[in-house]
Nanobody
Framework: QVRLVESGGGSVQPGGSLRLDCAAS????????MAWYRQSPGNQRELVADITRGGSAKYADAVRGRFNITRDNAKNTVTVSLQMNSLRPGDSAVYYC?????????????WGQGTQVTVSS
């Protein structure tokens, strides 16, 4: 089992910045990928950015160059952070942290509870 606890988010004006953090605990040694997704009303949940155990990151076209995903491996936790700059109203959504873990015979994913990001003047 892996537990994900998200923090950060909130409200900001266009052009502003926010940082999201997601702390994973439990069987973190099985985690091989961590990611941030977002979902706005009436839309499907979409991948924003992800990062592998080795630190290789990729981004959705809509956020590339504005968002930065990082991963910090500590003894008993893994934290993945999403620094969001030059925010736009279109970035408003509930942001979710997700991790993928390897298990015998396949993989399991875990999700955080979500955190609201609102970009508005």
């Amino acid at each position: 089992q892996v537990r994900l606890v998200e923090s950060g988010g909130g409200s900001v004006q266009p052009g502003g910045s926010l940082r999201l953090d997601c702390a994973a605990s439990g069987k973190i040694n099985n985690i091989y990928n961590m990611a941030w997704y977002r979902q706005s009303p009436g839309n499907q949940r979409e991948l924003v950015a992800d990062i592998t155990r080795g630190g290789s990151a990729k981004y959705a076209d809509a956020v590339r160059g504005r968002f930065n995903i990082t991963r910090d491996n500590a003894k008993n936790t893994v934290t993945v952070s999403l620094q969001m700059n030059s925010l736009r109203p279109g970035d408003s959504a509930v942001y979710y942290c997700r991790c993928l873990t390897r298990v015998l015979g396949g993989e399991l994913d875990y999700w955080g509870q979500g955190t609201q990001v609102t970009v508005s003047s």
